[in-house]
């Protein structure tokens, strides 16, 4: 996950957070559209983990 993090431009604590906070947020159930959500190549991630 760092490593997939760094590629992407991400820093890995903030995503690393990030996922927690999601995937807590969705427990039991992630749908495959909430885990496409978290990928680290997600663009919408680069505001949130940078």
Known sequence: MVESAK???L???KYILHLL???S???GKPTSE???ECMPWNPNLI???Q
């Open 34 to 36: 909430i885990l496409e």
């Open 21 to 23: 906070k999601e995937l």
């Open 7 to 9: 590629a992407n431009g």
């Open 11 to 13: 820093i890995p604590y």
């Open 25 to 27: 947020r969705h427990a």
């Open 47 to 49: 505001s949130i983990c």
